[in-house]
């Protein structure tokens, strides 16, 4: 019996009828994200290079076209802390009352490699601080 009804053409496949599906579309889903990688940066050249260039160009500050909307450029800038002044950084915005901004994370993926590390060496785990779901998933190792 299926455990949902959306995945019930699998029911009846042998296990390695399984397998080889698994390797068909996890091979499907690397082509969509490589797909999804170069459309993102036809975009990204199109909206932030060459349509601005364009406006600039002609003077153009907004334009409406038909079937697409209003399209007008808008100022923005990506922004990181350069690493080596992270702590320094930490400083200004508590001097300059922006102490807010502070927020202290874990890596997820740091954090899931230390877990697996300690379950690993039989180190206790502190459970009431941490929520742990493991599971076990089938892997494909390249040929």
Partial sequence: MSID?????YDELP???LIKEMYIIQGEKEDVEGDLKNLNKHLDFLRITKIPQVMED???KNISVEGVGRVSLTADMH???KAEMKEMFYTWLRDNGRQDLIQPTINSSTLKATVKNMVKTG???PDDLLNVSPFTRASITKK
């Fill in 5 to 9: 009804n959306e995945f019930a053409e």
């Fill in 15 to 17: 296990l390695i009828e």
């Fill in 58 to 60: 002609q003077g153009i």
């Fill in 79 to 81: 922004v990181s802390v």
């Fill in 123 to 125: 180190e206790e785990i």
